[in-house]
């Protein structure tokens, strides 16, 4: 800032008018705030895209592990917003994932233990 203050009389100008005047202060705050958010804004709209024939050819061309990873994350969220609908309590999911269990397997069984894999199970099926 010291380079600006040394270089730039706007600069000057401009800390001089704000420590003079609150209106002044006010208003070049809003500019500062609402000049990014508006410009954002406009990004946001101009690159979202709601084309809808682009999204079914998204998901046509979507890979099986996606999908099966979007169908595994829709079904956690909505377990998870049902429990929070029934305002169950949800403190022993965190503690079960510190601990390296899952809560999602059986819905009857808050907390099971991630099963083991054999490694003569996971090398039948890589063949």
Do not use: H
Not at 43 to 65: F, H, K, Y
Not at 66 to 90: I, Y
Request: net charge positive.
């Amino acid at each position: 800032m010291s380079i600006l203050w040394e270089k730039s009389g706007t600069w000057r100008w401009i800390v001089r008018k704000t420590r003079d005047s609150k209106p002044f202060f006010l208003v070049f705050a809003t500019v500062c705030g609402v000049v990014p958010g508006v410009i954002g804004y406009g990004v946001m709209q101009i690159t979202n895209s709601r084309n809808q024939q682009l999204e079914d050819q998204l998901r046509r061309n979507a890979r099986p592990d996606s999908l099966m990873m979007g169908k595994v994350n829709s079904n956690r969220l909505a377990e998870f917003l049902g429990e929070l609908q029934r305002k169950e309590d949800t403190n022993d999911r965190y503690v079960a994932a510190l601990r390296g269990e899952t809560l999602t397997r059986n819905p009857y069984v808050r907390i099971q233990p991630i099963p083991k894999e054999s490694s003569s199970k996971v090398e039948e099926e890589q063949k």
